[in-house]
């Protein structure tokens, strides 16, 4: 094997994708701890998880790293680490009285979770890779994760004491991943 596999951007096991598998790993350590009810241990998880996001990213276009497959894998490591995760962990630890709020909740973090991936599908339909524009047009998905973790932080310090008001903002943070909102990447 060649000295520079880490650097050779047909390799799938390159930098950037191994960072991108990092996020990965958090995302899913991330949700056995939810499991476990180990809110701040998945959180810091998924900190860890946007760090590395970051990290692939400016690797990939530091070293020309940049590939179809890595737009992709990154991609997957978004919809677990920043869709799926931080709904599962705000849907967990949300106190539910009744049956109806159970399903009512369920279906609204379904929905959040369909956004979520719907606007991953359509971003990479339109990005090519090792390309960066100068603004998102909708909330991406990590900021999405950002505004469920709020959520949990004013839920969990009885700032926001009602469910269904956690579940209509959940909805208006799904609209915003698809909506044409202008948010300027960083």
Partial sequence: MRQDFLFDKH??????????FGNIACGILALYFIGKHEFFVAIVLAWIAGAL???????????????????????FADFLSFVVMPSFLLFYAL????????????????YYII?????????NLKADA?????YFEGVPTPLGAILLWVLYLLYSYGLITSTWVIGVLVLLIAWSLNSTLKIPHP
């Avoid at 390799?11 to 960072?19: F, G, K, R, S, T």
């Avoid at 106190?95 to 379904?110: M, N, P, T």
């Avoid at 090792?130 to 100068?134: M, T």
């Fill in 130 to 134: 090792g390309s960066v524009e100068k």
């Fill in 53 to 75: 996001d970051i990290a692939d990213g400016k690797v990939a276009r530091k070293y020309g790293l940049s590939t179809e497959f890595g737009v992709q894998l990154d991609s």
């Fill in 11 to 20: 390799y799938p096991y390159n930098l950037a994708n191994l960072i991108t």
């Fill in 115 to 123: 956004s979520g991936l719907r606007r991953l599908v359509v971003f």
């Fill in 95 to 110: 106190q539910k009285r009744s049956v109806l709020q159970e399903i009512v909740l369920g279906v609204i973090f379904i």
